[in-house]
């Protein structure tokens, strides 16, 4: 059989980040936002603070009324946060206040309550009031009409209380990309299943909906099919039935008499087969299927498919959810080295110990891509260059952390 050229694993990466499109835009509720990127600018429909209110509890008064300790004014009453009244202040005289209450008319101070008596007739003050202590001013954080978050955003957290406060109830996003997954092979059964002899659990489909979980997508289905090309379109049709903006597939997709995948799209225009110079993940495939739904082929060893789905398939979905594709690369020292294969770059699996000067990798079990137990004990991918045949104690690397969103 004729050898095929092996692709560098980052043009590859390249080719498929550059063949998706970002998904369209659609509205989403603030409180589901989440993990999503702003399609849009976003400017405020109100001013922050909405109106000049208090930040302690307290009395509202005129500074020039409470010039030195120990004045006593009149308390004309009570104004609680909510309370909707527009409440004048007559010179002379306090208004007992909440904290986030509105300020009333003609009151320039707040005295909170520790410096007074806590009268609710008369009050005595302990000091002299501040013109403009403790009053938060109507637009002192954001000004109605101003940008409050660019398009591009990816809201967290700490976007939601100014999205909701300034006015907006949904925001335009760029939707996180549903992903089907679909292992094939007659040996699998599934998690719980008896086995028989020569058949396994299947492994990939559950560690691929917990990948696509933890790089912040989500799940549309997750199925199983068996080893002939009819099988692998027929799950494809279930998936775009799901409505998957993605596809992935593990297995049949190497050299063997019963490979699916090639069975199934080899030949045509949908899927192309490519063979990638990297250990793990060298036989790949990638295409669209109905004209815009990328479909990822991973190899089927467990290791393999876990190594491509974090350095080829999470920065193309990343690009789908409008998000930069960028890896986010840590540095580490290496402890004890290892040897690595002939010209293929190594997605090496580490365990990382950190240390007052910084992370330090040692090999976690063998490079077998069958290696699951191994595989559990990682706590990062080191990419180890193509021209790299050894990897000595000291060396400064690149890793991946699995802990993370892989950026
Ligand atoms: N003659 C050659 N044989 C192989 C080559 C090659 O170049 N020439 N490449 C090897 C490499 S590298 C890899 S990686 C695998 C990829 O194989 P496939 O993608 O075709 O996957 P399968 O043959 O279906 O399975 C491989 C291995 O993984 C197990 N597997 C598959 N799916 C699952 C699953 N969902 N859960 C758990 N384990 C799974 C399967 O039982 C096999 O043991 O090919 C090499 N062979
Ligand atoms: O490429 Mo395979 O993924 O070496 O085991």
């Known amino acids: 059989m004729a050898a095929t050229r092996l692709l560098p694993p980052q043009d590859y990466a390249d080719r498929l980040v550059g063949a998706v499109h970002r998904l369209p835009s659609t509205p989403i509720a603030i409180g589901d936002a989440h993990g999503r990127v702003l399609a849009e600018d976003v400017t405020a429909r109100y001013s922050l603070p909405g109106f000049d209110n208090s930040a302690m509890d307290g009395y509202a008064v005129r500074a020039a009324d409470v010039p030195a300790p120990g004045t006593t004014l009149p308390v004309a009453g009570v104004i609680p946060a909510g309370d909707t009244r527009q409440v004048r202040l007559e010179p002379g005289t306090a208004w007992q206040i909440m904290t986030g209450a509105a300020v009333p008319d003609g009151a320039d101070a707040i005295v909170q309550v520790e410096h007074t008596d806590g009268g609710t007739e008369q009050v005595r003050f302990e000091v002299a009031a501040v013109a403009g202590r403790s009053i938060r001013a109507a637009g002192g954080d954001v ?14 957290a700490r976007h939601v209380p100014v999205l909701a406060a300034s006015g907006r109830a949904e925001v335009p996003v760029v939707p996180l990309p549903k992903v089907a997954l679909i292992s094939t092979g007659d040996e699998l059964r599934s998690p719980g299943e008896e086995l028989d002899h020569g058949q396994i659990i299947d492994t990939n489909g559950p560690m691929l909906a917990a990948l696509v979980r933890q790089a912040g997508f989500e799940v549309a289905r ?3 099919c068996g080893d002939t090309g009819d099988a692998v379109r027929d799950a494809v049709d279930a998936a775009l039935a799901a409505g998957a903006d993605a596809i992935i597939t593990s297995g049949g997709v190497s050299a063997g008499a019963f490979e699916p995948l090639k069975a199934a799209f080899e030949g045509g225009t949908e899927v192309e087969f490519s063979k990638i110079a990297m250990q793990p993940g060298k036989p790949q495939g990638f295409g669209f299927v109905r004209t815009d739904v990328p479909l990822f082929a991973l190899p089927g060893n467990p290791v393999s498919s876990l190594v491509s789905f974090v350095v080829f398939v ?21 402890a004890d080295g290892w040897r690595t294969p002939d010209e293929r770059t190594q997605l090496a699996r580490v365990r990382l110990e950190h240390r007052g000067d910084g992370h330090f990798a040692t090999a976690s079990g063998g490079p077998g891509s069958h290696l699951m137990g191994g595989l559990s004990t990682a706590d990062g991918l080191a990419w180890i260059d193509a021209e790299v045949d050894e990897v000595r104690a000291g060396d400064r690397i690149r890793i991946i952390g699995l802990d993370g969103e892989f950026v």
């Open 314 to 334: 999470a920065p193309a979905l990343r690009v789908m959810a409008g998000r930069s594709p960028q890896i986010g690369w840590m540095t580490a020292t290496v």
């Open 143 to 156: 000004q109605a009409g101003a940008l409050v978050l660019p398009a591009g955003t990816r809201i967290g």
């Open 222 to 224: 997750v199925d199983r």
